[in-house]
């Protein structure tokens, strides 16, 4: 390995590390063989021998999307698992789950007036009606909120509603929903069919999921460009009568699909868990190279560092790559479900989820009392290697709708890298543009180099908090306001 290093910043770094070895043995957390595991050592081979990007190009350039259920989808979990044996990673496993999959047909919409009819460009969200043929009159729901269809009242029984899938104009500390939550909604109210309208600009189409539990939806649902929803706005404000058609066909069947599995056993407590995982699967408009390129292809890339390190924590390390994610979490759910049957649940100490991910600059945290600080003590640690790189920021934010849910869910502390990927990445999420072109390679390298020193050292310090408890849990989930939220998902424990 080149030595990199000028002698100035080597005499920098033997201070880090002597500081590194201080903050360890003041707070006595972790156990000897914790103590020889040279952080900056790890941090420059990750740097030098980084492979994620090169894989995940790789990937959408000769297989495209990964879709569940998909040929693509099969090739996806061919090339993880190949990839973890290629990185020697000592145990790798399947966990196969059959699934209902949804995949997209056709799809035409036209709005006509009294003059005439034109076409709008439209895209299927994913669990729609598998034939539909709708006629509506078009009625403005605004955000989607309740209260937006409170105010829009009976006119929303058999309407084409257009809602937005973000909040414009909302009041102030207004709680957006998920699109399959406000389509929840807006069936509940009589809507017959109903129009999303994309908060980015450009011309640009999303999909995604418009149902809460991965069945399929009995009214269609399809997103339209921001532009094209304005337009029609404006003509409503105008007292113009709009009726929308909409005509799709869409195939379900049912797939079997597979959650790709690596781990490294502990060396002192194997039987204790700390699991790193993130989905591979993506939607089919593009590649999705970050949604969730970035998480699985770090993820794939941490295993290969550790693996090619001979890194031996005390507790094993699994690496886990879900499948079915954006159909409804079904692989997450699946492997939980089946953890929690055989009880192996209660040895999954933390489950850390990386979605989207890319340069961190911290951690969120959401576990009961003892998880925020130690996750906030280890956060020092690593800002020690790279403060530039690493701020780390600490946040309690809870969120759904993604792996780490039904972990949380059944009370495992869930901890999440906080990444902001800028405008030009959210803006393609789950749309037509999301490709390679907006991966940086470095936002996954460091992924690698800090969601990697948080697994070791979770994965070896001396105890680790517990579980939540069933009270602290729905303390805190009623506390960040997700009640609502999982009651209409059908996801609320109790
Ligand atoms: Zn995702």
Known sequence: MPNLFTTRQSIGLLWLRTAVALLICQHDPVDATAQAFDAFGFDRAVQQEAMGYQWLRWSSEHIGHRLTGSAQGARAEDLADSLFRASALPVVSRFPFAAQAWSRGTIQLTVNDPTGAWHVQAVALANTPLEALVEAPIVDAGNGLPADLDSVGDRAKGAALLVNLGLIGAPEGARNLHRSEKAALAMGRGAALLLFVNHVEGHILLTGTASIDGALIPVPAASIATEDGKALRERLVRGEQLTARLAMGNQSRRVSAN??????????????????????????????????????????????????????????????????????????????????????????????????????????????QGWGDLVARISKEIALVDSAAFAGTMSEEVWLHSDHQPFLLRGVPVIYPLSDLGKHVYGCYHSSCDDIHLVDPQAMVDNVRFVGQLVYRLASSQALPPHFTEESLRARLIDAGLEQPLRIGGDWPW
């Open 259 to 368: 959650n790709i599995i690596a781990e490294i056993p502990g060396a002192r407590v194997p039987e204790e868990v700390i699991l790193i995982g993130g989905h591979l699967d993506c939607w089919d408009l593009a590649t999705g190279a970050t949604d969730n390129g970035l998480g699985s292809f770090s993820i794939l890339d941490l295993a290969r560092a550790m693996s090619a390190m001979e890194v031996r924590p005390e507790r094993t390390v699994r690496f886990v790559l879900f499948m079915g994610e954006e159909q409804g979490l079904l692989g997450s759910r699946a492997l939980v479900d089946e953890y929690a049957r055989s009880g192996e649940l209660a040895h999954v100490k933390c489950m850390i989820n990386l979605d989207m991910s890319g340069h961190p600059q911290g951690f969120g945290i959401a576990g009961p």
